[in-house]
């Protein structure tokens, strides 16, 4: 099974800066047939299923505001929300879909300063 | 618009079993796989498997092979889950959710349904 471990568990970050959000793979996500990393990226709040942001490591899903932004490749990828709002407080996970068993990181909760 | 909407809130006793239900609405029904998670109270978020409504095909999680059996009903365009010999660490939220255009990334969840496993 592919483990995925992020870091850091928690971050409080003020208004307006930017949060950066680390997520490792224990085996390459990237198939080199389509150049793709299948690492995805999901913001949960409390009481609510896990809302997608970003897929093939870069890729914004539509209607998520282009403050946050996702790169890495291989086994080593980030999330970083360039100017945290207070709407986006909450857990993110990353999740590789590369390899069966689909597995997910531990959650980073992000929290304001 | 898409939407899965799950069935509801379910407490059972050790030993028995749970089966959950997931309505999706919005799009073709065997075009896209229907994935199943869960969720510990406080905890991360755990795979239990897959299932392709347009073939049957189904993956389950190992930990899960024996006790877990996923399937679907295109008529009512209903996704399964059912869940046996219920243990207390099943105690979690379970939702649904649907892959994206391409990839098994989940563009689409459910509203989770919590199955508490209390004696």
């Known amino acids: 099974d592919i483990v995925m471990t992020q870091s850091p568990d928690s971050l409080a970050v003020s208004l307006g800066e930017s949060a950066t959000i680390n997520c490792k793979s224990s085996?390459?996500?990237?198939?080199?047939?389509?150049?793709?990393?299948?690492l995805a990226w999901y913001q949960q709040k409390p009481g609510q299923p896990p809302k997608l942001l970003i897929y093939?490591?870069?890729t914004r899903e539509s209607g998520v505001p282009d403050r946050f932004s996702g790169s890495g490749s291989g086994t080593d990828f980030t999330l970083t929300i360039s100017s945290l709002q207070a709407e986006d407080v909450a857990v993110y996970y990353c999740?590789?879909?590369?390899?069966?068993?689909?597995?997910f990181g531990q959650g980073t909760k992000v929290e304001i300063k | 618009q898409v939407q899965l909407v799950q069935s509801g809130t379910e407490v059972k006793k050790p030993g028995a079993s749970v089966k959950v239900s997931c309505k999706a609405s919005?799009?073709?029904?065997?075009?896209?796989?229907i994935s199943w998670v869960r969720q510990a109270p406080g905890q991360g978020i755990e795979w239990m498997g897959w299932?392709?409504?347009?073939?049957?095909?189904?993956n389950y999680a190992q930990n899960l092979q024996g006790r877990v059996t996923m399937t679907t009903d295109t008529s009512t365009t209903t996704a399964y889950m059912e869940l046996r010999s219920l243990r207390s660490d099943d105690t979690a939220v379970y939702y649904c959710?649907?892959?994206?255009?391409?990839?098994?990334?989940?563009?689409?969840w459910g509203q989770g349904a919590l199955v508490t496993v209390s004696s």
């Open positions: 959710a649907r892959e994206g255009e391409g990839g098994s990334y989940y563009s689409y």
């Open positions: 919005g799009y073709t029904f065997t075009g896209y796989a």
């Open positions: 299932i392709s409504p347009y073939n049957g095909n189904t």
């Open positions: 999740h590789q879909y590369h390899s069966t068993p689909w597995t």
């Open positions: 093939w490591a870069s």
């Open positions: 085996q390459s996500v990237l198939y080199i047939s389509n150049n793709e990393n299948y």
